[in-house]
């Protein structure tokens, strides 16, 4: 039996329901039960069937003339041609029906397809999205440097260090960056722990996820940003204060 079975039976801890005897009933043939009496022998972790759904209660026993399903591990070495041997020793059972072989892992990607498709298709738009916030954060930078060139040539003219204004340019971007950052991260745990409920097995959401979410946002600012700022705080300013 599975642990759940063994917590319904009212037992702390689940190995103390080995070698206990146990009542139970199935079917037989059609409208007839068959009440037995089996000794457990053995107690398993819970195997959900996906991460969606709780674990049922489950008790396993062995039926040959119900056996429908072989469980066979493979070492990897050559995997071709174990199929191949495989499918020869099932044709030489004699049955009729040719074997239908499955990979764990391709019966567990279908499972889970649809989460699968939704990750990729959220990944792209999320990269585009990015993309696309990049190009509008370059745009900015080279707009804002173009209109402050003489602030920055008489900074500069005053003493003003060219990674200072770097520094103040940087920081002028990274403003906006932290407000939008502000108001994305609620919207995002919310949206996350809606999402993770709907499942029966997950993950808890950690603040270290959104605090490394905020520092990439900045980081990526930073390096659009930084190339148009370094290359305005190095000018002369000479050329700047003869601007426009």
């Known amino acids: 039996m599975n642990e759940a079975v063994a917590r319904r039976l009212g037992y702390a801890d689940p190995k103390a329901a080995v070698g206990r005897s146990l009542n139970w009933a199935n079917s037989g043939t059609p409208g007839h039960w068959l009440f037995r009496t089996s000794q457990i022998v053995g107690v398993v972790p819970d195997m959900p069937k996906t991460v969606r759904s709780a674990t049922d209660p489950f008790v396993y026993y062995v039926s ?3 056996s429908s399903v072989m469980s066979i591990k493979l ?4 995997i ?3 199929i191949r041997a495989i499918d020869q020793a099932w044709r030489r059972t004699g049955h009729a029906r040719p074997i239908q072989e499955t990979f764990m892992s391709q019966f567990q990607a279908n499972l889970y397809l649809d989460l699968i498709i939704q990750g990729a ?3 792209i738009c999320a990269g585009l999205a990015v993309l696309i916030a990049c190009l509008g954060l370059f745009a900015l930078s080279a707009y804002t440097t173009e209109r402050r060139t003489k602030e920055i040539g008489v900074r500069k003219a005053m003493g003003a260090a060219t990674g200072q204004v770097v ?3 940087l ?3 990274t403003i906006p960056v932290l407000i939008a950052t502000a108001i994305a991260i609620p919207a995002g745990f919310l949206a996350l722990d809606w999402w993770l409920h709907g499942f029966a097995y997950h993950v808890s959401l950690s603040p270290w996820t959104f605090v490394l979410a905020a520092m990439a946002a900045v980081l990526i600012a930073w390096a659009t940003v930084s190339w148009q700022s370094f290359i305005v705080a190095r000018s002369k300013p000479a050329n700047a204060l003869r601007y426009e």
């Open 64 to 66: 040959p003339r119900r």
């Open 171 to 173: 920081w002028q971007f």
């Open 167 to 169: 520094l103040l340019l």
């Open 75 to 78: 070492t990897g070495q050559d």
């Open 121 to 123: 298709t959220i990944g």
């Open 80 to 82: 071709p041609g174990t």
